[in-house]
């Protein structure tokens, strides 16, 4: 059986926590940051845990993780 592949893309994009939950963050920070409140900029700089719905593929994505 040869080894598993990581999705690269994928694997700069989670991080693990100590719990084994998988870490991201929000989207909408990259541009056009001038219409943006000050408050919604700042909300935006932390990371959220992936929803549960979507764990499941991201383990299958990352299987090393």
Known sequence: MPK??????????????????????????????????TKKKRTLRKGVMTDASNVKNMKKVLPYL
Do not use: D, P, V, W
């Not at 990581?6 to 963050?25: C, D, I, M």
């Open 4 to 37: 598993m592949k990581t999705n690269r893309a994928a694997a700069k994009r989670f991080k693990k926590t100590g719990t084994g939950k998988l870490k991201r963050q929000k989207a909408y920070k990259q541009h056009i940051l001038t219409k943006k409140s």
